[in-house]
């Protein structure tokens, strides 16, 4: 079963410059409870992939064609209105850095309940303040209660994104789309989090859209791989597939680009595709 299904997808930027195709015509699905992750270097699409589907788009970019299947309803069809109740609700999202998708100003645990007095509009005050202390604990957060009233700043980079976690799961969505949520991260931390975010999805039957450059990431979490270059998809495939069998030549130097998980160490940037080979001259290989 498909949660979402994403077709023919375009997203363009304009400008005096002329027409920047940031996504340029993207199909694929997102099966419920499964993890599907896209990949692809800096600047091939995969951040206005997410926010085009939270419909998150502004000026002078635009959603000029496509559809965005959420449960079978088109989610370029709705109004404002209907889009907001279904941005934390049924879809959330966390980005890549968490001190600025945090509010300064207010408590972590004023901030977990406030995406509840939105969403749950059924649960009572005491209700919410037990429903923000178990979110709290199933982020991993000690002392739950008295991380509550604590704000943003007292938090390390790790407790933030946690509570980011905390935030987008709050509400139960339906899925989750989390844009590099570790790359600011250490790689101790990095791995919690990642471990989390599959726990929660055992638990919740989440699906789950993770957005990196970390092959070794997607190697580990992935059920299905999008591979992205210059706003196309080059490659879909499961993981099982793309890594023993990648089709696409650009698939094929992105995996070369990378070392083996737990064979060699992990790199933090595809920097060694060739730049001057347009892979889109190769035929796409879509399975
Ligand atoms: P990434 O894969 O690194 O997340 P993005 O999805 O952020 O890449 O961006 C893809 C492309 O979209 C960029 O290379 C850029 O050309 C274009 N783009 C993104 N945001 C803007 C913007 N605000 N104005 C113009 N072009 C943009
Ligand atoms: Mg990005």
């Known amino acids: 079963m498909n949660l979402v ?56 970019g635009e959603i000029v064609e496509g559809m965005i299947l959420f449960e079978g309803k ?20 966390i980005f890549q850095e968490p001190m600025t998708s945090l509010n300064p100003s207010y408590t972590i645990g004023y901030q977990i309940d406030e995406a509840l007095r939105l969403h749950q509009k059924h649960l009572n005050k005491k209700q919410r303040y037990e429903k923000v202390i178990e979110s709290l604990e199933l982020v991993g957060i000690h002392n739950p209660r008295e991380k509550y009233r604590e704000y943003p700043f007292k938090l390390s980079g790790g407790q933030r994104q946690r509570v980011m976690i905390a935030i987008a799961m709050a509400c139960e969505p339906k899925m989750l789309i989390a844009d590099e949520p570790t790359t600011a991260l250490d790689v101790t931390i990095q791995a919690q989090v990642i471990d989390l975010m599959k726990d929660l999805q055992k638990k919740k039957g989440t699906s ?50 990378i070392p083996i998980p737990g064979v060699t160490p992990r790199k933090s940037k595809l920097d060694t595709v060739d730049e001057s080979i347009d892979y889109l001259s190769f035929p796409k290989e879509i399975r």
């Open 208 to 257: 789950l859209l993770f957005i990196t450059h970390d092959l070794g990431v997607v190697f580990q979490i992935a059920d299905e791989v999008v591979v992205m270059y210059k706003g196309h998809i080059v490659e879909k495939a499961s993981a099982k597939d793309l890594f023993k069998d990648p089709r696409h030549p650009y698939t094929k130097a992105l995996l070369h680009s």
């Open 5 to 60: 299904e994403i077709k023919n997808l375009k997203t363009y930027f304009y400008s005096d410059e002329g027409v920047s195709k940031a996504v340029d015509g993207i199909s694929f699905k997102i099966p419920k409870g499964k993890t599907v992750c896209i990949v692809g270097e800096s600047g091939s699409g995969k951040s206005i992939t997410s926010l085009s589907i939270m419909r998150l788009i502004d000026y002078p």
């Open 74 to 93: 088109d989610l370029l069809k709705l109004n404002d209105k209907e889009m907001r109740k279904i941005r934390g609700r049924d879809i959330s999202m």
